[in-house]
C-alpha cells in the first residue's frame, strides 16, 4: 500500500509540478551574435563591390548613348555642341548655348542642344556617382563652378582658348580625339586635391580608372571620339 501511496504522490507532483521556461544561455546568444557579424563583413564588403560595378556599368552605358547623340548632332550640323554654361560648366548640353565675348573664335550658338531642338536624346544622364565634392581640385574653389553631372569638353573649344587638347589614348598621337566625357568615377573626384591633380582631367588618358587596380580604386572613367 505504501508502494502505491508513493506512485501516486509522485504522479500528482509530476502533474502540477511548475515547468521552468525554456531560454537561450548567455553562450547561445554569443554564438548567435558572432555567426551573424561573420556573415555581415562577409556580406557588406560584397554588397558595395557590387554596387561600385554596377555604377560603373551604367557609366559605360550612358557614354554609348552620349556618344551616338554628339555623332548624330555633328552630322546634322557638321561640328560638336559646346559645352553647357548654365547652371554649370563643363556639361552637356541639353538647349542651344550662348556664347561668351571669350570665344570670337566659335560660332555665338551652336544651334541646338542633345535634347532641344532636335531629340537626339531624351534627357541629359547624370553621374552614377553623385555631385561633385567642394575639395575636388577641378571646382577652383568652388563646387558650383564644374559639372556635378559628366564632364564634357571639346577639341575646337580647347583650341579656341588656345589650351593645349592633350585627350589621347596614346602621346605618340595628341590630339586625336575631338570630345571628351568624364565620370568622377569609384573615387568621386574629378581631379584629387594634390599638387598636379587638375592634369586628372586634362590629359585623363594617363589617370583612367581601371577596374582591375581594385573596384574602389582612382581615376576617371573616360570616352571620348569619335
Avoid at 55 to 78: C, F, G, I, N, Q
Amino acid at each position: 500500500m505504501s508502494i502505491l501511496n508513493g506512485y501516486f504522490v509522485q504522479l500528482v507532483a509530476e502533474r502540477f509540478a511548475v515547468k521552468k521556461p525554456k531560454a537561450f544561455t548567455l553562450i547561445e546568444l554569443l554564438i548567435v551574435v558572432a555567426i551573424i557579424a561573420i556573415l555581415a563583413a562577409i556580406a557588406v564588403p560584397n554588397f558595395l563591390e557590387a554596387q561600385t560595378r554596377s555604377k560603373v556599368s551604367r557609366t559605360l552605358a550612358d557614354m554609348r548613348s552620349v556618344a551616338t547623340a554628339l555623332e548624330a548632332y555633328r552630322v546634322d550640323y557638321t561640328r560638336y555642341p559646346k559645352f553647357s554654361r548654365l547652371p554649370q560648366s563643363f556639361t552637356l548640353p541639353a538647349g542651344p548655348v550662348s556664347g561668351l565675348s571669350a570665344d570670337t573664335c566659335l560660332p555665338s550658338s551652336t544651334g541646338g542642344g542633345l535634347t532641344s531642338p532636335i531629340a537626339y536624346m531624351t534627357s541629359i544622364p547624370g553621374d552614377p556617382f553623385g555631385e561633385v565634392l567642394p575639395d575636388d581640385q577641378f571646382t577652383f574653389g568652388g563646387s558650383a563652378t564644374i559639372a556635378d553631372t559628366y564632364y564634357y569638353n571639346t577639341k575646337e573649344w580647347y583650341e579656341c582658348r588656345n589650351f593645349p587638347w592633350l585627350v589621347s589614348e596614346s602621346d605618340r598621337d595628341p590630339g586625336e580625339k575631338e570630345w571628351v566625357l568624364q565620370s568622377k568615377g569609384p573615387d568621386k573626384y574629378f581631379a584629387p586635391n594634390v599638387p598636379g591633380g587638375v592634369d586628372h582631367v586634362d590629359r585623363p588618358y594617363r589617370w583612367q580608372y581601371d577596374p582591375t587596380n581594385g573596384t574602389v580604386s582612382g581615376g576617371n572613367v573616360i570616352r571620348s571620339g569619335p
